[in-house]
C-alpha cells in the first residue's frame, strides 16, 4: 500500500499582536487573570485587509520552499477552516489561484479546531488510494477574531488569528519509505459526537444571514475535552501496540494549557515531550496544530525518525489524532 510522510511545515502569524493587558482596557479582566487559566500571553490579530486565504497563502509558501518543489507539482490542496474568505468558492481554490497551483485539485474541511486532523487524514487516504498524487499541501488557516465577541471576557481572551502548512509527500513515487520503512504518516483516527450546544456561533448564513459570534460553554468544553483527547490517545497507541513511554512527542491542540496539562497528566507522559506554543499565539483554531509542529521542527525539538501525535477536539463535537513517525 502506498505510504504517505511529511515533506515540510510552514507557518504565518499577522503582524499585529494584542496583548493581555491591552484585552483588559476592553473586558473586565486581567493579564494575571488570563495566564492562569489559559496560559496565553498575546494572540495576533489580522489587519483589516488581510484575509484568511492570505494567511494560508503566506503559510504555505514558507512550507513550499521548505520543501523546495515547484508550485505546478502539488496535486492537491486542502484548507481546513471556520473562517473562510466567502461562503463560496473554498477557501482552498482561492488558495490555489494565488499560488498557482495550476494542477492541483482543492476544496475545504470544516471541523472547527480538529480541522487540520481531519484535514490531513483525508490527504493521507486519497494518497493512498490514488497514485496520481505526489505532494499534497494541507493548510488550517483562521481569521478567529472576526467571530469573536470583544464583549465577553470568557471567550474573546482566548481566540487568535494564524496559518499553517504541511506539504505532504506520496511514498510511492520515491525511495524514503525504502530507506526508512516506519517513517510517515501511521495511523489516524476521527470521531464526532453531535454534541453541538457547547461550543457554537450564534449565527449561521441560512440562519440568520451572518456568521454570529462564538459562544461556548467553557466547563463542559474542558470536561470533554479532556476525556476525549484522553481516550484517543490511549485507541491510536492500543491500535498499533505502543504504549504512551513509545511516543518521542506530542501537539496537541493549542487551546489552553489547562486542558493540556489535565490530558498529559491522565496519560502520564512527561511535559517535556509536549510541544506547547499557546502562550504566543492563542487558539487559532485549525491553523493551531501546524503552527505548533512548525514552530517545533525550526527549533530542532522534533528529530529524524521520532514518533509523535497529533491531536485536537473542536465543535461539533469533533475530535481526533495522527500518528507518525517523523
Same mark, same amino acid.
Given at each position: 500500500?502506498n505510504?504517505?510522510?511529511?515533506?515540510?511545515?510552514?507557518?504565518?502569524l499577522?503582524?499585529?499582536?494584542?496583548?493581555?493587558?491591552?484585552?483588559?482596557?476592553?473586558?473586565?479582566?486581567? #493579564?494575571?487573570?488570563? +495566564?492562569?487559566?489559559?496560559?496565553?500571553?498575546? +494572540?495576533?490579530?489580522?489587519?483589516?485587509?488581510?484575509?484568511?486565504? #492570505?494567511?494560508?497563502?503566506?503559510?504555505?509558501?514558507?512550507?513550499?520552499?521548505?520543501?523546495?518543489?515547484?508550485?505546478?507539482?502539488?496535486?492537491?490542496?486542502?484548507?481546513?477552516?471556520?473562517?473562510?474568505?466567502?461562503?463560496?468558492?473554498?477557501?482552498?481554490?482561492? %488558495?490555489q489561484?494565488?499560488?498557482?497551483?495550476? *494542477?492541483?485539485?482543492?476544496?475545504?474541511?470544516?471541523?472547527?479546531?480538529?480541522?487540520?486532523?481531519?484535514?490531513?487524514?483525508?490527504?493521507?487516504?486519497?494518497?493512498?488510494s *490514488?497514485?496520481?498524487?505526489?505532494?499534497?499541501?494541507?493548510?488550517?488557516?483562521?481569521?478567529?477574531?472576526?467571530i %469573536?465577541?470583544?464583549?465577553?471576557?470568557?471567550?474573546?481572551?482566548?481566540f487568535?488569528?494564524?496559518?499553517?502548512?504541511?506539504?505532504?509527500?506520496?511514498?510511492?513515487?520515491?525511495?524514503?519509505?525504502?530507506e526508512?520503512?516506519?517513517?510517515?504518516?501511521?495511523?489516524? /483516527?476521527?470521531?464526532?459526537?453531535?454534541? %453541538?450546544?457547547?461550543?457554537?456561533?450564534?449565527?449561521?448564513?441560512?440562519?440568520?444571514?451572518?456568521?454570529?459570534?462564538?459562544?461556548?460553554?467553557? +466547563?463542559?468544553?474542558?470536561?470533554?475535552?479532556v #476525556?476525549?483527547?484522553t481516550?484517543?490517545?490511549?485507541?491510536?497507541?492500543?491500535?498499533?501496540?505502543l504504549?504512551?513511554?513509545?511516543?518521542?512527542?506530542?501537539?496537541?491542540?493549542?487551546?489552553?494549557?489547562?486542558?493540556?496539562?489535565?490530558v498529559?497528566?491522565?496519560?502520564?507522559?512527561?511535559?517535556?515531550?509536549?510541544?506547547?506554543?499557546?502562550?504566543?499565539?492563542? /487558539?487559532?483554531?485549525?491553523?493551531s496544530?501546524?503552527?505548533?509542529?512548525?514552530?517545533?521542527?525550526?527549533?530542532?525539538?522534533?528529530?529524524?525518525?521520532?514518533?509523535?501525535?497529533?491531536?485536537?477536539i473542536?465543535?461539533?463535537l469533533?475530535?481526533g489524532? %495522527?500518528l507518525?513517525?517523523?
Amino acid at each position: 500500500m502506498n505510504k504517505s510522510f511529511i515533506l515540510s511545515t510552514g507557518s504565518y502569524l499577522p503582524k499585529k499582536t494584542l496583548s493581555n493587558d491591552e484585552i483588559a482596557l476592553k473586558v473586565e479582566t486581567s #493579564d494575571e487573570w488570563i +495566564r492562569q487559566r489559559t496560559g496565553i500571553t498575546q +494572540r495576533h490579530i489580522a489587519d483589516e485587509g488581510e484575509l484568511t486565504s #492570505d494567511l494560508a497563502v503566506n503559510a504555505a509558501k514558507n512550507a513550499i520552499e521548505k520543501a523546495k518543489i515547484l508550485m505546478d507539482e502539488i496535486d492537491l490542496i486542502i484548507v481546513a477552516t471556520t473562517t473562510p474568505d466567502k461562503t463560496l468558492p473554498s477557501c482552498a481554490t482561492i %488558495v490555489q489561484s494565488k499560488l498557482k497551483c495550476v *494542477n492541483a485539485f482543492a476544496f475545504d474541511v470544516q471541523a472547527a479546531c480538529s480541522g487540520f486532523i481531519y484535514a490531513v487524514t483525508v490527504a493521507d487516504s486519497l494518497i493512498k488510494s *490514488n497514485n496520481r498524487i505526489k505532494y499534497a499541501l494541507v493548510i488550517g488557516a483562521e481569521i478567529m477574531s472576526r467571530i %469573536v465577541d470583544w464583549e465577553d471576557r470568557s471567550t474573546c481572551v482566548l481566540f487568535g488569528d494564524g496559518a499553517g502548512a504541511m506539504v505532504i509527500k506520496s511514498a510511492t513515487h520515491f525511495n524514503e519509505i525504502t530507506e526508512n520503512p516506519t517513517r510517515g504518516i501511521i495511523s489516524t /483516527n476521527l470521531y464526532s459526537d453531535g454534541n %453541538v450546544d457547547i461550543l457554537c456561533t450564534n449565527g449561521g448564513i441560512s440562519s440568520t444571514g451572518d456568521p454570529g459570534k462564538i459562544c461556548m460553554n467553557g +466547563r463542559e468544553v474542558f470536561k470533554h475535552a479532556v #476525556d476525549k483527547l484522553t481516550a484517543s490517545v490511549r485507541e491510536t497507541l492500543k491500535c498499533n501496540d505502543l504504549k504512551i513511554a513509545d511516543i518521542d512527542w506530542l501537539v496537541p491542540h493549542q487551546a489552553n494549557i489547562r486542558i493540556i496539562e489535565a490530558v498529559v497528566k491522565k496519560l502520564n507522559l512527561s511535559m517535556k515531550k509536549v510541544i506547547n506554543t499557546v502562550d504566543k499565539h492563542a /487558539n487559532t483554531s485549525a491553523a493551531s496544530i501546524p503552527i505548533a509542529l512548525d514552530n517545533a521542527t525550526q527549533e530542532s525539538k522534533i528529530k529524524p525518525g521520532s514518533f509523535g501525535l497529533l491531536i485536537a477536539i473542536g465543535a461539533g463535537l469533533t475530535w481526533g489524532s %495522527v500518528l507518525l513517525c517523523y
